[in-house]
């Protein structure tokens, strides 16, 4: 019995082994994004419309921070951003905005951060949002515009509070 037992637990263990290094392998085939040097163009070019403007499981993500009035869309800081998944769903809760509506927007004079998530197959989304102005939250999976809700603007400043402090004092 304790022979048996024996030969299980290390089948068991190299069964695990075995498995390991392929997990481990395989979370670090996906590259960390690198956020460009400039601002990227806004709006994004949507190819197929997803209808939310994050996806779903996105295995890694950074925030990149761009400055839009001394230097315009120079990169101001980027920060990795711990919680993936959590982040895309917060951003997916954001408030879907009319496609048919005026906005009167005040000057946007803030920085601008661009989010870049990448999923497991390799594809890449872009989510910007303005600090000031109008506010809007855009995607490169929809044509769709959001904006922030409460909620959700709490977890994106603590993001964006990493890489440039309160706005204003750097």
Not at 29 to 57: E, M, Q, T, W
Not at 101 to 116: E, K, L
Not at 121 to 149: P, V
Request: glycine residues 8%; proline residues 8%; aromatic residues 8%.
């Amino acid at each position: 019995m304790r022979k048996r037992f024996g030969q299980l637990a290390i089948s068991l263990l190299g069964a695990l082994a075995l498995l390991v290094p392929a997990t481990a392998g395989h979370a670090t085939s996906i590259a960390k994004p690198n956020c460009p040097k400039v601002l990227p163009a806004l709006p994004f070019k949507v190819g197929h419309d997803y209808g939310h403007p994050a996806p779903r499981k996105p295995l890694v993500a950074v925030l990149c921070v761009y400055n839009t009035v001394n230097t315009p869309q120079a990169l101001l800081g980027r920060q990795d951003i711990s919680n993936p998944v959590g982040f895309a769903r917060a951003l997916n809760a954001s408030q879907l905005l009319p496609k048919v509506q005026n906005f009167a927007c005040t000057m946007d004079i803030g920085p601008t951060s661009v989010v870049i998530l990448r999923e497991i197959n390799g594809r890449t989304t872009y989510i910007s949002h303005e600090e000031y102005g109008c506010g809007f939250l855009r995607s490169s999976l929809t044509s769709n515009k959001y904006r922030l809700t409460d909620a959700n603007r709490a977890l994106w400043e603590k993001y964006q509070l990493r890489v440039i402090g309160p706005v204003g004092t750097k």
